[in-house]
Nanobody
Framework: QVQLVESGGGLVQAGGSLRLSCAAS????????MGWFRQAPGKEREFVAQ????????YYAESVEGRFTISRDNAKNTVYLQMNSLKPEDTAVYYC??????????????????WGQGTQVTVSS
């Protein structure tokens, strides 16, 4: 059973940056494809970014392409989401998710088996 714990959320002004972290335990992290999702108040959870188990492939939602970067450090069992040029519409609870041996593009939350508790990101205008 894999446990995921997000951190790094907070309040930031529009145009600012935050880096989210997701620390994994209880599994072989290097075998897990990882994703970031977010859920704004009154909206459904949506895909943000994905990275393969090797880190060799990443994919982004169109709304964050060019502003957000997903990365991972398998030695630290951690996946990151660097968020730059933040906008008020990026305000949401951000979740990391994982699935072992994830292959290909995975943008639906049902494709992931493990989830963190979420971290709040608030972008003020």
């Amino acid at each position: 059973q894999v446990q995921l714990v997000e951190s790094g959320g907070g309040l930031v002004q529009a145009g600012g940056s935050l880096r989210l972290s997701c620390a994994a335990s209880g599994g072989t992290f290097s075998t897990y494809g990882m994703g970031w999702f977010r859920q704004a108040p009154g909206k459904e959870r949506e895909f943000v970014a994905q990275i393969t188990w090797s880190g060799g492939y990443s994919y982004y939602a169109e709304s964050v392409e060019g502003r957000f970067t997903i990365s991972r450090d398998n030695a630290k069992n951690t996946v990151y989401l660097q968020m730059n040029s933040l906008k008020p519409e990026d305000t949401a609870v951000y979740y990391c998710a994982g699935k072992q041996w994830l292959i290909g593009r995975a943008v639906r939350d049902m494709e992931y088996d493990y989830w963190g508790q979420g971290t709040q990101v608030t972008v003020s205008s």
